[in-house]
């Protein structure tokens, strides 16, 4: 039998807005994309990296 389980549903996040991404440990999605590219200004690519990294090592 297998591990795999259906994602029905998924959260696209900025990862540059902390807010949104502590707001998505609330939300019952089945997963959580985090947008690093047309949601996050240029000069917040790094900041958005960073926030990705500990967010998806937080769980």
Known sequence: MSDLRPR???LYMP???ERALE????????????DLEDAVAPDAKE?????????A???
Do not use: L, P
């Not at 707001?23 to 985090?34: S, V």
């Not at 900041?47 to 967010?55: E, K, S, Y």
């Open 15 to 17: 990862a540059a807005n």
């Open 47 to 55: 900041v958005a990296r960073a926030n990705a990294a500990a967010a």
């Open 57 to 59: 090592s937080s769980g």
């Open 23 to 34: 707001k998505a440990k609330t939300i019952a999605a089945d997963a959580i994309i985090f």
């Open 8 to 10: 029905r549903s998924v």
